[in-house]
């Protein structure tokens, strides 16, 4: 493993290892790997793809860099980039909920670390997992400010992190922390909303594009259906 690591380190450049080594972290559990066994794993099936190109391909000297190009970049989008944009979705889905939970918790009277450790211990979704980790690194040391902070870090969701960095800010320079979470609980609800007349939106493209590849295929089968039979027969 350490000499994998610093082949990687000779291959690639530290700003290209730390970008990865980044988005990895905010891939959290969805990540199968480390930053060096996606760099090694990336680059070796990149060369057997090249290879198997000129041996199975008459052109395959031609084609070869091409595919191994797109496969480079194609290993890239589905292990990090896609996963990211899912993982960020199903977050800010998870997200109104949330906080509208950590909302009526402090309600209640208890002050941050308590709401939060209280709504993480009852709800359970991807983000409340993400909590959890930053509240278990205070029995490490951490202020809460600054788990917050890492966790604002290791998630990619611009909307989770920019919530993060409101709540930060409230705690350390004491305002309204409820304040805060009533505008953050708002502008969720209206993206949930906005989102979901988006996708109702859609439904007539859709119905549109499956009348097209079945429907009317099957209505022009059932009308010129007996014309041909009689005109085999």
């Known amino acids: 493993m350490k000499d994998n690591a610093k082949f990687i380190k000779k291959i690639y450049g530290s700003k290209e290892l730390n970008e990865i080594e980044h988005k990895l972290k905010c891939l959290g559990s969805d990540s199968k790997y480390s930053v060096t066994s996606f760099a090694f794993t990336r680059l070796i099936t ?9 041996l199975i391909t008459k052109m395959g000297y ?3 860099p091409f595919v191994a190009v797109t496969y480079y970049y194609l290993f890239y989008y589905i292990n990090i980039t896609r996963k990211l944009s899912m993982r960020n979705r199903k977050l800010e889905h998870q997200a109104l909920y949330f906080f509208e939970i950590l909302t009526l918790t402090l309600e209640s009277g208890r002050n941050l670390e308590n709401a939060l450790i209280v709504t993480c211990d009852n709800v359970d979704s991807q ?43 409230t705690n350390r320079f004491g305002n309204s922390i409820l304040d805060t979470l009533y505008n ?50």
């Open 184 to 233: 953050e609980v708002d502008f969720l609800r209206q993206k949930e909303l906005l989102t979901i007349k988006e996708q109702i939106n859609k439904i007539p493209n859709k119905v549109s594009i499956i009348s097209v590849l079945f429907i009317v295929p099957l209505i022009i089968v059932l009308i010129l259906g007996p014309y041909l039979i009689e005109f085999i027969s």
């Open 62 to 64: 031609i084609y070869a």
């Open 127 to 169: 983000l409340s997992s993400e909590f959890k980790k930053a509240l278990e690194e205070m029995k490490f040391g951490k202020s809460l400010v600054e788990a917050l902070s890492d966790l604002k870090n290791h998630i990619s969701s611009d909307i989770i992190s920019n919530i993060i960095l409101n709540i930060i800010q």
């Open 46 to 54: 990149t060369i057997l793809v090249f290879l198997i190109t000129i």
